[in-house]
């Protein structure tokens, strides 16, 4: 049974920074493609950011530059450094893991299992 349970959230003023924490239990991180998704009020679900077991790293363009995600694989816990954070970065931002794809994958519909997700705003 794959578990994500994502930590790290908060309040930030705008240009702050924060790091989101997403452990895994119950798989391997090198056999999943593990990412961070965010969905604002009103708004779909959307990827922020995919790394693939071999490290293959897709970004969307709203936050190359200022996110960056990393692996702890001895601790199997999966992070998000957020810097510059605008008040558009306010969301519930979601861990996510899939072991059916083998690119990089921005896509929903593309994860399987989900984390709870953790609340980040940013306040201008």
């Known amino acids: 049974q794959v578990q994500l349970v994502e930590s790290g959230g908060g309040s930030v003023q705008a240009g702050g920074s924060l790091r989101l924490s997403c452990a895994a239990f119950g798989y391997t991180y090198s056999s999943y493609c593990m990412g961070w998704f965010r969905q604002a009020p009103g708004k779909k679900r959307e990827g922020v950011v995919s790394?693939?077991?071999?490290?293959?790293?897709s970004y969307a363009d709203s936050v190359k530059g200022r996110f960056t995600i990393s692996l702890d694989i001895a601790e199997s816990t999966l992070f998000l450094q957020m810097n510059s954070l605008k008040p558009e970065d306010t969301a519930i931002y979601y861990c996510?893991?899939?072991?059916?794809?083998?690119?990089?994958?921005?896509?929903?519909?593309?994860?399987?299992?989900w984390g709870q997700g953790t609340q980040v705003t940013v306040s201008s």
């Open positions: 996510a893991a899939t072991f059916r794809i083998t690119e990089s994958s921005l896509v929903e519909t593309d994860f399987d299992y």
């Open positions: 790394r693939l077991g071999d490290g293959i790293i």
